[in-house]
């Protein structure tokens, strides 16, 4: 079950008509939950659907994703070979790593919906959204989903290219550490952790 946080996240996402969106979402907000949760409901609402997961390194798909997606209790089969979930009305999510060109392989797909997680970590991220996914989401009138916490690089792509400039048309959705059901102690004892600038990065959403 999703978080009241998580409910708001995919309620923004539907009801944002806009094909490229950006949300930056902190450490403990459940953020690649609510996004696989996405993708499943996407598949299991629309037969036939195909959706794009990709993340920084294929590696995490194995170690990161699957694992998450199996919480959720997904009901398809994970073809290994292929790195996708295939659903009985015939929908799939399709992942794949930015790494090492691993991205050119989601060419000539049509997607309903392509997810970008952990976006600020991904390589030649404006390639990807613009010359790969950007053209397979136009058919199907799909969406493009970039989220990450803030990149430790404020020089990355995610940041340069698609947060600042959202940043200044008001279209970046941000959610912080306050806005998840943790209480005001847990989110103190977590602070203790963390230098204030890795704080303010990972869980307020802002540089320090």
Request: glycine share 6%.
């Given at each position: 079950?999703?978080?009241?946080?998580?409910?708001?996240?995919?309620?923004?996402?539907?009801?944002?008509?806009?094909?490229?969106?950006?949300?930056?979402?902190?450490?403990?907000?459940?953020?690649?939950?609510?996004?696989?949760?996405?993708?499943?409901?996407?598949?299991?609402?629309?037969?036939?659907?195909?959706?794009?997961?990709?993340?920084?390194?294929?590696?995490?798909?194995?170690?990161?994703?699957?694992?998450?997606?199996?919480?959720?209790?997904?009901?398809?089969?994970?073809?290994?070979?292929?790195?996708?979930?295939?659903?009985?009305?015939?929908s799939k999510i399709?992942?794949?790593?930015?790494?090492?060109?691993?991205?050119?392989?989601?060419?000539?797909?049509?997607?309903?919906?392509?997810?970008?997680?952990?976006?600020?970590?991904?390589?030649?991220?404006?390639?990807?959204?613009?010359s790969i996914l950007?053209?397979?989401?136009?058919?199907?009138?799909?969406?493009?989903?970039?989220?990450?916490?803030?990149?430790?690089?404020?020089?990355?792509?995610?940041?340069?290219?698609f947060v600042l400039?959202?940043?200044?048309?008001?279209?970046?959705?941000?959610?912080?550490?306050?806005?998840?059901?943790?209480?005001?102690?847990?989110?103190?004892?977590?602070?203790?952790?963390?230098?204030?600038?890795?704080?303010?990065?990972?869980?307020?959403?802002?540089?320090?």
């Amino acid at each position: 079950m999703l978080t009241k946080l998580q409910e708001k996240i995919q309620q923004d996402i539907n009801s944002n008509s806009d094909t490229l969106q950006v949300f930056i979402g902190a450490r403990r907000t459940g953020r690649t939950l609510t996004l696989c949760d996405l993708a499943i409901k996407t598949c299991e609402a629309t037969p036939g659907a195909v959706v794009a997961y990709v993340v920084p390194r294929s590696m995490s798909i194995k170690r990161l994703i699957v694992p998450v997606m199996k919480t959720l209790n997904i009901n398809a089969e994970y073809r290994v070979a292929d790195k996708e979930y295939v659903f009985e009305n015939g929908s799939k999510i399709v992942f794949s790593g930015s790494d090492n060109g691993a991205t050119e392989d989601l060419r000539g797909l049509s997607f309903n919906l392509a997810i970008v997680d952990n976006a600020g970590y991904c390589d030649t991220l404006t390639y990807l959204v613009r010359s790969i996914l950007t053209p397979a989401v136009r058919v199907q009138k799909g969406k493009i989903i970039l989220s990450c916490i803030l990149p430790k690089n404020r020089s990355h792509e995610f940041v340069t290219e698609f947060v600042l400039p959202f940043l200044l048309k008001g279209k970046v959705k941000t959610y912080s550490i306050y806005d998840s059901e943790l209480s005001a102690k847990e989110i103190q004892d977590i602070k203790q952790d963390y230098t204030p600038d890795e704080f303010s990065r990972e869980f307020e959403c802002c540089y320090g």
